[in-house]
């Protein structure tokens, strides 16, 4: 390209176009000895790729020699136009002052046409500095004229601007109406990113309006758009740590920004985009449990937007300081002052956040004892319940039970509890994969907590356990939404099985290879993508828990003993025989200190030669029980009984207990999800499963002995115990047994698996089937492990199972010893011959073990889950 060509001018739309091919080409007008208007057009182009993607310093460079280099041409329009990007560019650097200087020479030295333009980009510096107003009065004046120009690209852009603020002050309809109209534009046009960041900016107005699910899928979509052209988007990562966030996914928003936060370090980037991802850096590590960490990013970005004037972020993030201080156990009047003056100023900027800042206020006052001011602080928070996005109107919500409770009103406190967590209920309805549903119960936490309270201060025990099992495995009230279309996500999960064997041979060999394990964590990434795009089938909440259907389905025999947590102490609520007691046990954090000494104690005994262990596991149970039951143990009955665990306890070996060992016993995550499982018909036929999976120490030497109890069972094994022929197979059988090494990932719990022939069979695999087994018996070890997540919410194994038709689910919590577990599997299978239900055989076949400590360990390591 020459220097006295006209398609230089045809550059700067391209840089938006093809970044990289603008940038060669720019370059390459530079060293053809330009004219000085080709000279500041190939210096402008070079100046915004440097500006977005590359070093700042240099970018300001090129920017002001192609402001030189306009002036000497004696163009007024192209010193204008340079003028315009200079002044984004020294925004972006933190220079308001200059920047803004900037663009108003620009605005001056410009008219018609041209002066539109300008006045878009000083429309989106004022957003980028939270002038929002301002910034929608610049787009208002620049859309006519540029509509009337013809000028299709800088139309779009605006109305995406203009789309973009109006998300940012809470208008989702006016900002997806806009969205609408530029998208419609962008198709007629060869603008590549700019379409990436229009797609961006829709992912934002989608998580504003409540719908988690389309924004991550849209900000997969632009980023895969930024990836092809090879331009990194920073505004990106910070988007999509809030969307993470929102869904409870707090330490991948953390990594997203500490990751971003790396690159732009290492290239000299903005600094108002490293204010930004450090704030969003800060949010993450609050939402993670991580107070100090959030104060010191927090602080750090106080700094930044002050010294950058941008006062709309700078209240954001001085309001998430108070927070995080107030979550490292700080309460000050002083802090109470800085939360109010902290909402004044969101309010000012109407910015959502606003009442979030007065609840925040009030909570303070309240803890100080100060109830004047923090009803009034309680009352303006109040305010948002009734209209705006879900989490606004579950902040007020939240707000309205706290005055209730201020004033003593148990009534009141129930009622906002209710509707808020409506609220959330429907906007976590939403979503379509599980972990998304189960991490978004967290937000319900303060609301829940509120409401059991109320419930316990009311003397009621039936009114505490409807609000227990309100908020209690509220994921597993319904399936996750299947994806049978997905082709992507089809092909990816069989690359996945096939690269993690071939990584775990490689580990098993003794030479592990990293760039297997690189692509398994990639694919591991794809997968939990595709499902995190998922949108539930379900738009409102599920049927509500209803007390006298519990107790008619319990009768006389059988008792339910569902285990709350209020204060930190254990509150047993024993359902049988037509009412509800409740009794006070020990404290939780002390259970599950108790709770893990038994986990080692177990993995102890399934050694040989561990026996004089037995003893201390034995009384390390009864203090257990004495913490978890309490008095209830006296109670229990002497018919079959159902426990219900917080989510924090289902580890427990719940037969150790001395109380619970002769016992029918089994556990699930609530007695909603246990009522469902009693009422869940069996499928038509018996068809029986058994499968062996690969690289057991006893080769899963049950499974031929089973095969001959069941005559014509199908039996996979050994090259046919592969992924999708096992899959096929267990979709609505009767009854299904695998013997398959299990593993159990914390880090990524729907990534636990089983080994077959062909790799892992993974949870997302299970959620697949149209009907999971009616019955499943898993033989191994760490099948019954799950991750605690959300407000009381469990992912794992078998917890994915429960949802999707099973009834019933015999697994282990603990490692046991292969060889023991046969004989314990034979009379299991014995009593469900004749007829038992799984609970009942479990029982029945734990006395048939020798006594010894390693088969005595072994047994009490299974529990049944359910209730078939």
Request: aromatic share 4%.
């Amino acid at each position: 390209m020459t220097a006295g060509s006209d398609s230089v001018l045809e550059l700067l739309p391209m840089v938006f176009a093809a970044p990289n091919d603008a940038l060669a080409r720019a370059e390459g007008v530079l060293d053809a000895d330009p004219s000085p208007l080709h000279a500041s057009v190939a210096h402008q182009v070079i100046g915004i790729w440097q500006r977005d993607w590359g070093d700042m310093r240099i970018a300001l460079h090129h920017l002001r020699r192609a402001r030189d280099l306009a002036a000497r041409a004696e163009s007024a329009d192209r010193e204008a136009d340079a003028l315009a990007t200079l002044g984004v560019a020294l925004v972006h650097a933190g220079r308001t002052q200059q920047g803004l200087a900037a663009l108003e020479r620009g605005i001056e030295r410009s008219s018609g046409h041209t002066r539109a333009r300008v006045l878009y980009r000083r429309a989106y510096a004022r957003w980028v500095l939270g002038h929002h107003r301002e910034a929608l009065e610049d787009v208002r004046r620049a859309i006519p004229v540029l509509r009337q120009a013809g000028d299709v690209i800088w139309t779009a852009r605006a109305l995406t601007l203009r789309a973009t603020v109006h998300v940012a002050l809470g208008a989702v309809e006016r900002a997806e109406a806009d969205f609408t109209a530029a998208e419609a534009l962008w198709d007629t046009t060869g603008q590549e990113l700019d379409k990436a960041d229009a797609m961006e900016s829709r992912g934002l107005a989608a998580f504003r309006s409540g719908d988690i699910p389309a924004a991550l899928r849209l900000l997969d979509e632009a980023e895969e758009r930024y990836a092809k052209l090879g331009t990194p988007s920073f505004m990106l990562n910070i988007r999509r740590c809030e969307v993470l966030m929102a869904a409870g996914l707090a330490p991948e928003a953390l990594a997203e920004a500490d990751a971003a936060i790396a690159v732009l370090d290492g290239s000299g980037g903005q600094s108002t985009r490293k204010a930004e991802l450090l704030l969003a850096a800060a949010r993450a590590a609050l939402s993670a449990g991580d107070a100090h960490t959030a104060i010191a990013r927090a602080g750090m970005a106080v700094r930044l937007f002050a010294g950058q004037r941008r006062t709309w972020w700078e209240s954001h993030a001085r309001l998430l300081l108070i927070e995080a201080r107030v979550a490292a156990g700080r309460s000050s009047g002083r802090l109470v002052a800085d939360a109010a003056a902290a909402a004044e100023r969101l309010a000012f900027f109407g910015a959502p956040a606003a009442p979030e800042a007065s609840l925040l206020a009030g909570r303070i006052a309240l803890t100080l004892g100060w109830s004047t001011e923090a009803e009034r602080h309680l009352a303006v928070a109040a305010r948002s319940r009734r209209s705006g996005p879900p989490l606004a109107r579950m902040t007020g919500w939240a707000a309205q039970a706290l005055r209730a409770r201020a004033t003593g009103s148990n009534r009141g406190v129930l009622e906002a509890c209710r509707r808020g967590l409506d609220v959330l209920d429907d906007n976590r309805m939403t979503l379509g994969a599980s972990e998304l549903r189960a991490r978004a119960t967290a937000q319900g936490a303060e609301l829940a907590t509120l409401a059991q309270q109320a419930s316990l201060d009311s003397g009621s025990p039936r009114r505490l356990l409807v609000w227990s099992e309100r908020w209690r495995a509220t994921v597993l009230s319904t399936p996750p939404t299947r994806p049978p279309t997905d082709s992507l996500l089809h092909s990816n999960l069989t690359a996945f099985r096939e690269i993690a064997a071939r990584a775990e041979s490689a580990r098993m060999g003794g030479h592990p290879i990293p760039a297997l394990e690189r692509e398994q964590r990639r694919l591991e990434r794809e997968i939990r993508s595709r499902t995190l795009h998922l949108r539930g089938d379900t738009p409102g909440g599920t049927d509500r828990f209803d007390v006298g259907r519990l107790l008619e389905r319990l009768g006389d025999d059988v008792r339910l003993a569902e285990l709350a947590v209020l204060d930190g102490r254990v509150q047993v609520l024993l359902c049988g025989n037509g009412r509800v007691r409740r009794y006070e046990a020990g404290l939780l954090a002390e259970a599950e200190i108790e709770a893990e000494h038994l986990q080692a104690g177990l993995r102890r005994l399934a050694h040989p030669g561990a026996e004089a262990r037995l003893p201390i596991v034995e009384a390390a149970g009864r203090r257990l029980e004495e913490l978890l039951l309490g008095p209830a143990a006296a109670h229990l009955g002497d018919g079959p009984l159902v426990v219900v665990p917080p989510a924090r306890l289902h580890r427990v070996p719940w037969a150790l207990l001395p109380s619970l060992r002769e016992r029918v016993l089994s556990v699930s995550p609530s007695a909603s999800i246990w009522l469902r499982a009693l009422e869940t018909e069996p499928p038509g036929g018996a068809r029986q499963v058994l499968v062996r999976g690969p690289g057991l120490a006893t080769g899963g030497a049950e499974v031929p002995y089973l095969a001959c109890r069941y005559g014509g069972a199908v039996v996979l094994e050994h090259s046919d115990a592969r992924v999708p022929r096992v899959l096929e197979e267990l979709d609505g059988a009767a009854l299904a047994h695998i013997a398959a090494q299990g593993t159990f990932r914390a880090d990524s719990p729907l990534f636990s698996s089983l080994r077959m022939a062909d790799g892992p069979i993974v949870v997302h695999d299970f959620e697949r089937l149209e009907r999971s087994p009616y019955r499943l018996i898993l033989s191994c070890c760490d099948t019954a492990r799950f991750a605690s997540v959300g407000a009381d919410e469990l992912l794992g194994l078998v917890t994915a199972l429960l949802p999707l038709g099973t009834a019933g689910v015999v697994a282990c919590t603990a490692p046991v010893n292969d060889a023991a577990v046969m004989p314990l599997m034979l009379a299991l299978h014995k009593s469900l011959s004749e007829g038992l239900p799984l609970a009942q055989a479990l029982r029945d076949a734990r006395a048939t073990l020798p006594g010894d400590a390693l088969h005595q360990a072994t047994g009490w390591a299974f529990s049944a889950f359910g209730a078939a």
